[in-house]
C-alpha cells in the first residue's frame, strides 16, 4: 500500500521552529516531487513547497513563508522535510504532504491538481 506519513507537529511559541517529517511507505520516495500544503481552520488548504527528485526546490512566494521554510529530503531515509523557523500564530494549521503524479525532476509546483497521493497530515499551533 502506498503511503505518506507526516511527523513532528506540536504546539510551539511564537518564533520557534519545527521539523515536519515526510515518510513514505510502499514506495522509494527519490524518484518522486514531494511537496508540503497547509489548512488553516476555516481557510482552503495552501501550497507551501515541493522538492523534486534532483532537488530542485519550490516555495510560495507570499511573504507568509518566504524566508522561513525550507524543504529538503533525505533519500537514505525515504523522507522529506520541512524546516520551519521563526513561526507565527498564523502559520497555525494541518500540514500535509503529497506525492506528485507526474514528478518531473526539473520543476514542481504548489498546485495541488498534480498530488493524488496524500498523507493524514499533522497539527501545527503556534501560541503564546
Known amino acids: 500500500q502506498l503511503q505518506l506519513v507526516e511527523s513532528g507537529g506540536g504546539s510551539v511559541q511564537p518564533g520557534g521552529s519545527l521539523r515536519l517529517s515526510c515518510a513514505a511507505s510502499g514506495f522509494t520516495l527519490d524518484s518522486y516531487t514531494i511537496g508540503w500544503f497547509r489548512q488553516a481552520p476555516g481557510k482552503e488548504r495552501e501550497g507551501v513547497s515541493c522538492i523534486t527528485s534532483r532537488g530542485v526546490t519550490k516555495v510560495n512566494a507570499a511573504d507568509s513563508v518566504k524566508g522561513r521554510f525550507t524543504i529538503s529530503r533525505d533519500n537514505a531515509k525515504n523522507t522529506v522535510y520541512l524546516q520551519m523557523n521563526r513561526l507565527k500564530p498564523e502559520d497555525t494549521a494541518v500540514y500535509y504532504c503529497?506525492?506528485?503524479?507526474?514528478?518531473?525532476?526539473?520543476?514542481?509546483?504548489?498546485?495541488?491538481?498534480?498530488?493524488?497521493?496524500w498523507g493524514q497530515g499533522t497539527q501545527v499551533t503556534v501560541s503564546s
Open positions: 503529497a506525492r506528485d503524479w507526474r514528478s518531473s525532476p526539473d520543476f514542481c509546483t504548489i498546485v495541488q491538481g498534480p498530488y493524488t497521493i
